[in-house]
């Protein structure tokens, strides 16, 4: 008798361990790093990540990963030009929603939707609020990437 309830015991434990790790999360957060996954200008943006409350539009290329003496897991930024203030994060639904922040003297927008734990598609709008200048599918970055402002002096 011992032996069978051990064995469902066991079983039971096994269900429970697998029902809690094969739950998929139904809240992803846009807060994040996010790589484009192919490449039209910016290569990354860091959403509240790095920088609470800012988002970071940064860029790789071989002229700073050869002047900084870094690898390819570092990405650069220009604090003047890059990084923006939040002013809030609407979500519409679990998946979409849009980001506002100052962008110089106007209000910008980037509008996201199809938001999974490891992909977005990001839409950038011209200061009218209208125009896209830029939309991608990004993919969550799997690890911290380094940002590098460039306005700092090389160490």
């Not at 604090?79 to 110089?104: A, L």
């Not at 003297?105 to 950038?124: F, G, M």
Request: glycine residues 8%.
């Amino acid at each position: 008798m011992k032996k069978r309830f051990s064995d469902i015991a066991l079983v039971l434990v096994a269900v429970a361990a697998i029902a809690f790790t094969g739950c998929k999360k139904d809240d992803p957060r846009i807060e994040g790093q996010w790589v484009a996954e192919v490449s039209k200008g910016y290569e990354i943006f860091d959403i509240s990540y790095t920088f609470d409350g800012f988002v970071v539009w940064g860029f790789q290329d071989s002229s700073h990963l050869n002047a900084y003496k870094v690898g390819s897991d570092h990405y650069f930024y220009n604090t003047g030009k890059y990084v923006k203030v939040f002013t809030q994060i609407n979500k519409k639904t679990k998946t979409s929603g849009e980001i506002i922040f100052k962008g110089g003297y106007e209000k910008q927008k980037i509008a996201y939707r199809n938001l999974t734990e490891k992909s977005v598609i990001l839409t950038l709008f011209a200061d009218d609020g209208k125009t896209i200048i830029l939309e991608n599918r990004m993919i969550k970055a799997p690890v911290k990437i380094t940002l590098i402002d460039v306005k700092e002096k090389k160490s």
